[in-house]
């Protein structure tokens, strides 16, 4: 892993090398913000440690801008400082600042504090990876989450279920408002097998139609079920929502052509792309005799 230590006072820059070298860290050095900046655009460090007080562009400033590069958003940065008044703080992690460390620094420290902000900042990558898997996944399956805390009523859903009921994702509903997109006339036989799991556990399966803001009517599958703390206490309740309108057209267009072949006077005759015969109708066994 790389270190970039960005700070004007060449001693502090040695005692951070040598630290940092001792605990298996590559380091590269920056004596101001704006060599800082210019290393990290050649070199792409892995974490960045940034002295506030430097001249020229200092450390507020160049977290600032170092945010603004490829690669610049999601890198830890760790700012040094002797500052101790809260407002530098709170301007620190304003300007993007991942952590603050006050000097004089505790040398033996610093490299389980970087090791720790490294293993921190992977821990999140691979989370967001995966919760872009996971979205793009229930895109692909037309599937979307939901989850309703019962301690507060709290409801949250993915942005898949925002797409399934046609709601722009600024206009996350509440939970009555989750149930008004049911249509009408199966609004009530959803909501009882949910009040059911809510109050007695279980779960339950439904397939409902949905009736969408612009008047269109698709049909979707519904499954929930309901969680416990180890105290045995219930805290919430999640489902998953399907839409399923393609897979139920598909199968009303299998079972209409199934009817056609079947009823059909003229003789039809289904082949592979060998010319193998799968199928034919009773109309051809007729004519043909077989």
């Not at 979205?135 to 859903?157: M, V």
Request: aromatic share 6%; with cysteine.
């Amino acid at each position: 892993d790389l270190v970039l230590v960005a700070d004007d006072d060449f001693t502090m820059r040695m005692h951070a090398r040598a630290t940092l070298e001792q605990a298996g860290f590559a380091v590269a050095e920056a004596a101001d913000g704006e060599a800082a900046i210019e290393l990290f655009a050649e070199r792409h460090p892995d974490i960045v440690l940034l002295d506030v007080q430097m001249p020229g562009l200092d450390g507020f400033a160049a977290c600032n801008r170092l945010r603004e590069l490829p690669g610049g958003a999601d890198v830890p940065v760790l700012m040094m400082t002797g500052l101790e008044d809260e407002a530098s703080i709170e301007h620190a992690y304003q300007m993007g600042a991942t952590s603050f460390i006050t000097k004089p620094i505790v040398w033996p420290n610093l490299g389980h504090l970087v090791r720790y902000m490294l293993r921190t900042s992977r821990a999140l990558r691979e989370l967001r990876t995966s919760q872009l898997h996971l979205a793009a996944a229930q895109r692909i399956a037309r599937l979307g989450s939901w989850e309703l805390d019962l301690r507060d009523d709290h409801f949250h859903c993915s942005e898949e279920v925002l797409r399934i009921l046609g709601n722009p994702a600024s206009r996350t509903p509440s939970y009555a408002g989750f149930l008004e997109a049911v249509h009408p006339a199966d609004r009530e036989k959803l909501a009882r097998a949910l009040a059911q799991v809510r109050t007695a556990g279980g779960n339950c399966r439904l397939e409902h139609r949905l009736q969408l803001p612009d008047g269109k009517v698709r049909m979707g599958i519904h499954q929930a079920e309901r969680s416990r703390e180890e105290t045995g206490r219930a805290v919430r309740m999640q489902g998953i929502m399907q839409d399923i309108t393609e897979q139920r057209l598909t199968e009303a267009n299998i079972l209409l052509a199934g009817k056609v072949l079947e009823n059909s006077s003229e003789a039809i005759v289904i082949p592979d792309t060998d010319a193998n015969i799968l199928d034919v109708n009773r109309a051809f066994t007729r004519i043909y005799g077989y």
